[in-house]
Structure formats: C-alpha cells, structure tokens
C-alpha cells in the first residue's frame, strides 16, 4: 500500500504534457503546483488523507485538455458569520467545477435528501457523515456570493470518494451533480469538457482565481473558528435529538 502511495505521488510530479506542441512556457509538476498554492509538502501530502485525497483528485484533472486553474483548500464567509471550506475548485474553460474530495474506505450509503450519510465496514461499525451533495450545494452557493456574474449553471458540484471504499447505495437526482470514485475522475471531466461550449476565456478565469485566491492559506486562527463552529453546529444537533 505504501509503495503504491509513493508511485501515485512520483508520477504526479511529472509535469502534464502541453497539448500544444509549440509552447514555450514551462509546466509546472503537480506536486509543484499542490504546494505553492497549499503550502503542502511532499511527506505533509502523503501522510495526510485530506491533503492526499484533494492532491490526488487534482493529479487526475491537471492532465485534461483546455485552459484552466485550480484553488485549494478555499475557506470562503458563507454569510452566517461563518466559513465553509471548499477543497478544490477547479476553473475551467467549460465552467467551474467544485470539488469536494471524501478520502473514505468501507462502505458508503447514501440519498440525495438525507441529512446524513453512513459509512460502515464489515465488523458492524457505521459512522455517519454530513450528506456532501448538501454540503457541495452550501460550497457552490458560498461561491455565487462571491461571484454574482457566474449563472448557477455553470458550476458542476463533483463528490469523489476514494478508491478504497464502496459505494454501495448512492442515488440523487440533482442537476450538474456527481458522485463517483476517483479512478473516474478523469473520465468524467474528459466527458464533460467534451460536450460542454467553452462559456470562461481565459482572462477571465485568471480574473476569478486572483480574487479567489486570497482565500486560500487561512492562518490557524480562521481554520480553528471553522473548526470551532463545525463543532457547535454538531452539538447542537446532538442535543435537538435527545430532547
């Protein structure tokens, strides 16, 4: 398994290879980009299954075709006072695609309208988790905020699990929303950029990541009030059942 991590992430340092034969600009690796942009490094990613799951997901998409960029780990005021943390946004000629990345194993259950998800294993054990189609849609609304100029339809909320769970009884209904395990990750996008108009020039996406960006990197303080309001929002939660 560790050897299989360690070749996952040495190939992911190989830059992409240029679609267009004639440029001059040199591409940065993956890994190079991850940790510029997140302040990650090499064994930070691989040890962390949050930082593997967004670097990995990232891996899958840096390699497809078409003018883009990537934010990490964005912590954006949702409006109640409050940030929510986006793992990956991905800027693309054919929209924006918000990617919330669950590096789960076992199995995973869930519905479009439920409140919880459940993942459980064969020994019996199951813990719940917050639906992510709910928590993609809070992400994306965070975003139109932000960005009033980009229509509701071009953004595509993508949920993906990692290769070592299951997915076992997932459905929803939702437009532009997928849930899919990350070995599909690059063929969905493919699919995607394929049948999709070019809507974003490329100026404008650099207009978008530069005014996302600075909200990337929070310091502790912003990550630990995220934590702290996740926390109360759980308790909360809790006691409204037993009463």
């Known amino acids: 398994m560790f050897k299989k991590l360690i070749s996952n992430v040495v190939d992911l340092l190989n830059p992409p290879t240029s679609t267009a034969p004639t440029a001059k600009l040199k591409k940065k690796s993956v890994l190079s980009t991850y940790k510029e942009q997140t302040g990650n490094g090499f064994l930070t990613t691989l040890f962390n299954k949050g930082n593997y799951g967004e670097f990995s997901s990232y891996g899958k998409m840096a390699k497809l075709p078409g003018y883009h960029k990537a ?62 189609i709910k928590q993609n849609i809070g992400h994306i609304k965070a975003l139109q905020a932000l960005l009033p100029s980009i229509e509701k339809a071009q953004y595509q909320s993508v949920i993906v699990f990692s290769e070592r769970c ?51 990197k929070a310091d502790q303080t912003v990550k630990q009030e995220h934590v702290e309001k996740i926390k109360e929002k759980q308790l909360v939660e809790k006691n409204g059942k037993q009463s």
């Open 71 to 132: 934010l990490f780990n964005l912590y954006i005021p949702n409006g109640k006072e409050q940030t929510t943390e986006i793992d990956l946004v991905y800027i693309h000629e054919t929209g924006i695609y918000v990617i919330e990345s669950k590096n789960y194993s076992g199995w995973i259950f869930g519905d479009e309208k439920s409140q919880k998800w459940m993942q459980t294993f064969p020994n019996g054990q199951k813990f719940p988790f917050y639906n992510p």
């Open 166 to 216: 299951e997915l076992k009884k997932i459905s929803f209904e939702a437009d532009n929303t997928y849930v899919i395990k990350r070995y599909h990750l690059a063929k969905l996008m493919t699919k995607q950029i394929e049948a999709s108009p070019k809507i974003l020039e490329p100026a404008y996406i650099d207009r978008i990541y530069n005014f996302l960006a600075q909200y990337q």
